[in-house]
């Protein structure tokens, strides 16, 4: 294959990776934002939606039906033990940032050696619910992964208008600019913060979801994932939705050409240089709170 | 405090001639990861940064050590100085660039770092070789004191350099935290605004407090890598950044034998956990939720509230 339609395959292939990250990372910019607390198991949210996602196709048997029962059933298993984890640990340690970083990896740990001891070391494929091939004039190309490319689109759209059009939305926004003033104007701050954390968890189980039939489920599959988001808030600017998403489309890209032309393992690095870049520039980040 | 500290080592020295073989070495690997603890806890308990990214400054002194001896053949006295500098090194670089952000965004910008450096040490595994790792103790020559030679495989000569290390560590650490700059640090942890406020530069302070921990850190990797014999990427691994952020933790934040007493009390505990389940991880994890929830304070934290307030 020549150049022009090797860096065709890259983009197309950095494209699908761009969405997939989008959804992760938007919600783990969206805890950040509002909570003020970094995420650290976020990627096992996503880990747990794939492990879900197989174990729903393994008991229902056909591919569509095993798909839409993972679609319902991954995001509120995963959902639940969000609230669960919010209500009995996070609230206790009242969202102090560096004692929720330390609770959320050991929840990293917790939920990774979990799925080993149930599930097993072994990575297990899924069948795509839909099947069929884009001919291209050089290459023929997955249909699904257009498949999970819009339907994360989809996923962000919704997002974004919850945050942007409802009245959630709008506690969100106000616990974000100022907690002790939405909280005098009657916003229920612990709700709100029950919710967001739900919701970014339910949106990195998805994104499991959706991309167990091109990468297969494995305990560690997480950690990838939740650094290359981690790279997007970063560079985007942390709690600014708009600058993730933009950073998110930067760094799939240049994670799809790097992984195509050189190895998957330099295109992290790659990205961390990225960052290293950004920081100089702009400490805050791209988008980021000005803040001294 | 003087007394205390000194009688801590002098009971390890005399640790060595009651130690059963097994316990023996354990406690001189114990002593060695102190010293990283120690470093760990200079920059989260006296500067009040939390860094999730410290296995990279492990991996630089270990590396940087390693590597020479491996493949030119050096001696073990160089390359600890190698190892060491690899540290400084890299934790000044990288200070220079992460210290422009600030709370969540420095522990963020650390955990990526250290993994970069981590997939570095996999990528680059035609010069590290990765996952797979390698010896060193067929191409280290003795070392020559005083006309006797050595060997680093004599349990002995283990124990003494890694006693060595940790009191080298936990007399610079001790001497930091009773210096003015110590102060300084700790005025930076409770209020940084108002250390700048009164004229202190607190970003070069706190770059100085960065390059102090990561060089310790680096002392522990290149005395692991000289001592123990093996080199590989599992030590740069996120989970050896986890580490000393749960043994200082569990040990007392900001108190300077808390990282010796949680290195050894968490060292023993997943030594026998491991026994039992491969899924060791799970109790690595609890402890972390445990310690945040019901025991902030850590062992020597608490001790010092009820009983001894005069612990450093």
Known sequence: MSFGPHLFLALLEGTVTAFVLALMALGLSLVFGVMRIVNVAHGEFYMLGAVLAWACADAVGTPVAGFVVAMLVAPLAVGGLALAADRWILRRIDYHPESTIVATIGMLYMLQQAVLMLYGPDARPVAPPVYFVVQFPWFGYSGYKLVVAAASGLLVLATWMLVTRTRLGLYMRAAQQDLEMAQAYGVPARRVYALVFLLGAMLAAAAGVLIVPIEQAHYLMGLDPLLLSFIVVIIGGLGSLRGTLVAAFAVGLSDGIVSVFFSPTLAKIVATLLVAAVLVVRPGGLFGEERA | ?312
């Open chain 2, 1 to 312: 405090m003087l007394a205390l500290h000194l009688g801590v080592l002098a009971a390890l020295f005399a640790l060595q001639f009651v130690l059963p073989a097994y316990h023996h070495t354990n406690v001189a690997r114990i002593m060695v990861l102190s010293a990283y603890a120690l470093g760990y806890n200079i920059l989260l308990g006296y500067t009040g940064l939390m860094s999730l990214g410290h296995a990279m400054f492990f991996a630089a002194g270990m590396y940087g050590a390693g590597l020479p001896v491996y493949y030119l053949g050096v001696g073990a006295p160089a390359a600890f100085g190698i190892g060491l500098a690899s540290g400084l090194a890299l934790a000044l670089a990288f200070g220079l660039m992460a210290l422009r952000t600030s709370g969540p965004s420095f522990l963020i910008v650390s955990l990526m770092f250290g993994q970069a450096l981590f997939l570095a040490s996999l990528y680059f595994n035609d010069v590290t070789l990765g996952d797979q790792g390698f010896i060193v103790s067929e191409k280290l020559a003795p070392l020559e004191l005083a006309g006797a030679s050595l060997g680093f495989h004599q349990p002995a000569v283990k124990y003494n350099l890694a006693l060595a290390i940790f009191a080298a560590s936990l007399a610079a650490a001790l001497a930091l935290r009773l210096s003015a700059l110590g102060r300084v640090l700790v005025g930076i942890r409770e209020n940084e605004e108002r250390t700048r406020l009164l004229g202190y530069n607190s970003f070069l302070y706190k770059l100085g407090s960065l390059a102090v921990s990561g060089t310790l850190a680096a002392a522990a990797g290149a005395g692991y890598a000289l001592l123990f014999s093996y080199v590989g990427s599992t030590f740069a691994s996120i989970l050896f950044s986890i580490y000393p952020l749960l043994w200082v933790l569990l040990g007392g934040v900001g108190t300077i034998l808390g990282p010796l007493v949680g290195t050894a009390l968490m060292f023993y505990l997943v030594d026998t956990v491991s026994g039992v389940t491969s899924a060791y991880l799970l109790f690595v994890g609890a402890a972390l939720i445990a310690l945040v929830l019901w025991f902030p304070l850590g062992i020597l934290g608490a001790v010092r509230k009820r009983w001894l307030p005069w612990l450093p």
